[in-house]
C-alpha cells in the first residue's frame, strides 16, 4: 500500500507580480516543494484568476479593505476545506489570514515573514505606531501559535533584534530561498528586449528590476549618475510597475531636475522574455535598498552570470561579498556612487572574473535545484515535528 502523500497549502494576499520578490519566490518554492514530493496548492484573495500550469492555485475574491483584507469568504473555504491539507504555510504579516491561521489551523501552520519586519519600517512614526498595537493585541499571539517564523538569512534573523517590535519567544527558522535557474533562449529574450528599447542596443547599462518604493532607494542611483555624470559612459534602466505614487513622481522630477532624461530610462515592469533580455544585455544589476531581506532580482541576476551594486542593507549581501560576485555599499549617496564609479572603470579582465563568480554565488547559495538544505527539506522537518 502507497505512503498518502503529505499535502502543503500556501495562503498569500496576491500573485500580482507588481508585488516583487514574494510573488516570484512563492511559485518557484512551490515547484520545488512539489518536485520533493509534497503535494503543494496555492490560495490567494487575488481579483484576477491567477493560474498555473504546475501548482493548482485557489483565488478568493472577495474581501474588503485592501491592505488587511479582512475576508469572510476565506474563513467560509478555510473551514470546509482544511482536513484536505497536512500543513500551511501562510505568507506576510499585518493580513487577516495570519489571524484566521491561528483561529482556524492550530498549531498546523508556519508564517513567512517576507521582510516585513525590516528596521527601515520603524521610520514612518504613524505606520509604526499602528503596527505596534496591532502586534501587541493580535500579530505576535499569531506568531506564538505557529510552528515558527521562516526567514531568509542570518542577516534577517539579527535584523528582528533591531526591528520595532518584540519577537522574543517566537521560533525562528532560517530557510534556504531562491529560484530555479531559468532556461532562456538568449537570442530570443535580447530580441524582445532590444525591440523594446532599441536605444540601448549600442550602449553599456545598469538595471534597476523591482517596485518603486521609498525602501528601494531609486533616488541614490539618480543622484549619483548627477554626480558621476562626466565620468560615467553609461545609462540606467529603471524598471517597476508604475503604480503613480508620490514617490515615482519624485524620482521623475529628480531626473527631469538634473537633465537625465537620455541617461536614466524610466519603464513600467518587464516581465518574461523581457525581463530575462534586460538581465543578460545589462552591465550589472543595481539595488541601493535600505532595507531587504533577500532580493530575488539580485538573484536572479546572478543566475545570469550578472554581478550586482547593492547595500549592506540587504540581507544577502555577505555572501555576495565572500564570493565576490558584487560590491557592496552603505545605503547612502556618498558610498553606493563610490562602488558605481569602481565598478565602471573596471577593465574586461576584472569583468569577466566578477561575472564567473556571480554564476558560483549563485549555484552554491540560491539555485533551488541543490536539494541540499533545500527548502523543501526544511517543510519537512516542521511538518514532522508537528506529527
Same mark, same amino acid.
Do not use: C
Given at each position: 500500500?502507497?505512503?498518502?502523500? @503529505? *499535502?502543503?497549502?500556501? @495562503?498569500?494576499?496576491?500573485?500580482?507580480?507588481?508585488?516583487?520578490?514574494?510573488?516570484?519566490?512563492?511559485?518557484?518554492?512551490?515547484?520545488?516543494?512539489?518536485?520533493?514530493?509534497?503535494?503543494?496548492?496555492?490560495? +490567494?484573495?487575488d481579483k484576477k484568476k491567477i493560474k498555473h500550469s504546475k501548482i493548482k492555485i485557489h483565488n478568493i475574491s472577495s474581501y474588503i479593505f485592501d491592505k488587511y483584507k479582512f475576508s469572510l469568504s476565506l474563513i467560509k473555504w478555510l473551514n470546509k476545506n482544511k482536513n484536505k491539507y497536512d500543513f500551511f504555510i501562510i505568507h506576510g504579516l499585518w493580513q487577516f489570514q495570519t489571524l484566521v491561521a491561528r483561529i482556524l489551523l492550530k498549531k498546523k501552520y508556519v508564517v513567512f515573514a517576507h521582510g516585513q519586519l525590516d528596521p527601515f519600517f520603524k521610520l514612518?512614526?504613524? *505606520?509604526?505606531?499602528?503596527?505596534?498595537?496591532?502586534?501587541?493585541? @493580535?500579530?505576535?499571539? &499569531?506568531?506564538? &501559535?505557529?510552528r515558527s517564523l521562516?526567514? +531568509?538569512?542570518?542577516?534577517?534573523k539579527n535584523s528582528l533584534n533591531n526591528t520595532y517590535v518584540d519577537t522574543s519567544n517566537i521560533k525562528k527558522v532560517i530557510v534556504k530561498y531562491g529560484i530555479y535557474k531559468e532556461k532562456i533562449n538568449e537570442k530570443k529574450v535580447l530580441k524582445k528586449f532590444y525591440n523594446k528599447f532599441p536605444e540601448l542596443k549600442k550602449n553599456n547599462f545598469y538595471l534597476f528590476l523591482g517596485r518603486y518604493h521609498e525602501k528601494k532607494g531609486c533616488?541614490?542611483?539618480?543622484?549619483?549618475? &548627477?554626480?558621476?555624470r562626466k565620468n560615467f559612459n553609461s545609462k540606467i534602466l529603471l524598471a517597476g510597475p508604475i503604480n503613480k505614487t508620490k514617490y515615482e513622481q519624485k524620482l521623475l522630477e529628480l531626473i527631469k531636475k538634473n537633465k537625465l532624461e537620455k541617461i536614466i530610462l524610466f519603464s513600467n515592469a518587464l516581465y518574461g522574455d523581457e525581463k530575462w533580455g534586460?538581465?543578460?544585455?545589462?552591465?550589472?544589476?543595481?539595488?541601493?535598498?535600505?532595507?531587504?531581506?533577500?532580493?530575488?532580482?539580485?538573484?536572479?541576476a546572478l543566475s545570469l552570470k550578472k554581478p550586482v551594486i547593492t547595500t549592506n542593507k540587504v540581507n544577502i549581501s555577505k555572501v555576495i561579498?565572500?564570493?565576490?560576485?558584487?560590491?557592496?555599499? *552603505?545605503?547612502?549617496?556618498?558610498?553606493?556612487?563610490?562602488?558605481?564609479?569602481?565598478?565602471?572603470n573596471y577593465k574586461q579582465? +576584472?569583468?569577466?572574473?566578477?561575472?564567473?563568480?556571480?554564476l558560483t554565488c549563485f549555484n552554491k547559495n540560491f539555485d533551488l535545484s541543490d536539494k541540499r538544505k533545500s527548502f523543501s527539506k526544511t517543510i519537512k522537518e516542521l511538518i514532522k515535528n508537528n506529527e
Open positions: 500500500m502507497s505512503k498518502k502523500k @503529505i *499535502k502543503i497549502l500556501r @495562503i498569500i494576499s496576491s500573485l500580482d507580480p507588481k508585488f516583487g520578490g514574494p510573488t516570484r519566490g512563492i511559485i518557484e518554492t512551490s515547484k520545488q516543494l512539489i518536485d520533493s514530493g509534497l503535494e503543494t496548492e496555492i490560495l +490567494t484573495l514612518n512614526f504613524i *505606520k509604526r505606531i499602528k503596527k505596534q498595537l496591532y502586534w501587541k493585541i @493580535i500579530e505576535k499571539k &499569531n506568531l506564538l &501559535n505557529s521562516l526567514i +531568509t538569512s542570518i542577516g534577517e533616488e541614490i542611483i539618480i543622484n549619483s549618475i &548627477n554626480s558621476l534586460a538581465i543578460k544585455a545589462s552591465k550589472a544589476m543595481l539595488l541601493p535598498s535600505h532595507g531587504e531581506n533577500f532580493g530575488i532580482s539580485l538573484v536572479e561579498k565572500k564570493f565576490n560576485a558584487g560590491l557592496i555599499s *552603505k545605503n547612502n549617496l556618498n558610498s553606493f556612487k563610490l562602488k558605481l564609479k569602481e565598478f565602471e579582465r +576584472t569583468l569577466s572574473l566578477i561575472s564567473s563568480n556571480a
